[in-house]
């Protein structure tokens, strides 16, 4: 028996095809994707959207001698305040240091700012640098990961993208964490219980408000939620829990999303006298190093930054699953 011939594989999308279902020119798509010269907001969203629906992979060029970089660049969406302030960027390095080979990669740390065009960062993520991306902490629904796997860059998000598509990522249980550790405050006796949400344009702001709210409507019913957002910091939490001591006199317990925000709450508990656990409960979110300096001890939930970050390289070599959840703990100190 003589087995048909493989059907022909589709051809690629074409810039011209891109340009065409985009009603633009081929320099104005070309533009867009190199961002080599501004272009019109309408241009912008139409070139992307074309991209997107044709599936559409820009080959970078390769001279006779070209070869792997052995560089990974790591693009931390923060500025360098927060960057420097918060261990949980350290941690995250680590990890992903550590899944590097040694002598063979080499790590390149960016920060990008929260604005919506970056055309200096995605020339330099698209213009042959690095073998692939991480991107830390995308915020709402940004282009960039599109249009850098568009050039044929790898790439990876440290954190579930905000915005739905089939992009790798690799991410903690955000909402699963969250909802365990208000259920815990409940299930102590407490009864009116709010949280120091983090930045609602971020997933894991998002999805720890998400399993806050899950755990209160299962616990007391829906309209019983307090909530003030932070931005991960502790200034932040310490004006976020006077904001919620304004909303909410009578509340007995807190579920700040990070335990930076945590230990700004507690010193303004502390400047109030108000005593805690006895007075008011308080959990957070990370286990990171501050929840071990603070008095009382913070209980929180650990999440597995350093194999977070290993994992993120193992997506990006193509040795993984693709989308990755990796489970959260519940650890119990002296604060709740």
Request: hydrophobic share 45%.
């Amino acid at each position: 028996m003589v087995a048909s011939p493989a059907a022909p594989a589709a051809p690629r999308p074409t810039l011209a095809e891109v340009a065409q279902r985009a009603g633009v020119s081929m320099a104005t798509a070309s533009r867009v994707l190199n961002r080599s010269a501004p272009v019109s907001e309408d241009a912008l969203a139409r070139v992307e959207s074309a991209v997107q629906e044709l599936g559409y992979v820009r080959r970078r060029a390769q001279s006779a001698g070209a070869r792997a970089t052995g560089a990974v660049a790591v693009v931390v969406f923060e500025d360098m305040i927060h960057y420097w302030s918060d261990v949980f960027y350290s941690r995250l390095l680590v990890g992903v240091e550590r899944a590097l080979h040694p002598g063979e990669q080499e790590l390149v740390v960016l920060t990008a700012s929260r604005r919506a065009r970056r055309p200096s960062l995605l020339r330099y993520l698209c213009g042959g640098h690095v073998d692939g991306v991480l991107l830390v902490g995308p915020r709402g629904d940004d282009s960039l990961p599109r249009l850098i796997r568009a050039a044929g860059v790898p790439v990876v998000s440290l954190g579930r993208p905000m915005a739905p598509g089939d992009l790798p990522f690799v991410d903690a249980d955000n909402l699963g964490g969250a909802a365990g550790a208000v259920g815990h405050l409940f299930r102590s006796g407490r009864r009116t219980v709010a949280t120091i949400a983090g930045p609602p344009d971020m997933s894991v702001g998002a999805d720890r408000l998400r399993g806050y709210f899950r755990a209160v409507r299962d616990a007391d019913g829906p309209g019983r939620e307090t909530v003030a957002y932070g931005d991960f910091t502790v200034a932040s939490g310490e004006h976020a829990m006077i904001r919620l001591l304004e909303l909410r006199p009578g509340l007995d317990a807190v579920f700040a999303a990070s335990d930076l925000m945590a230990a700004g709450a507690l010193r303004a508990l502390q400047r109030l006298r108000i005593r805690v656990p006895e007075e008011v409960a308080l959990v957070g979110f990370d286990d990171d190093a501050v929840a071990c300096r603070i008095r009382p001890l913070l209980t929180t939930v650990r999440q597995p930054v350093e194999e977070m970050g290993a994992r993120a390289v193992a997506e990006l070599l193509g040795r993984a699953e693709g989308q990755v959840v990796m489970e959260t703990t519940l650890v119990l100190r002296e604060s709740a």
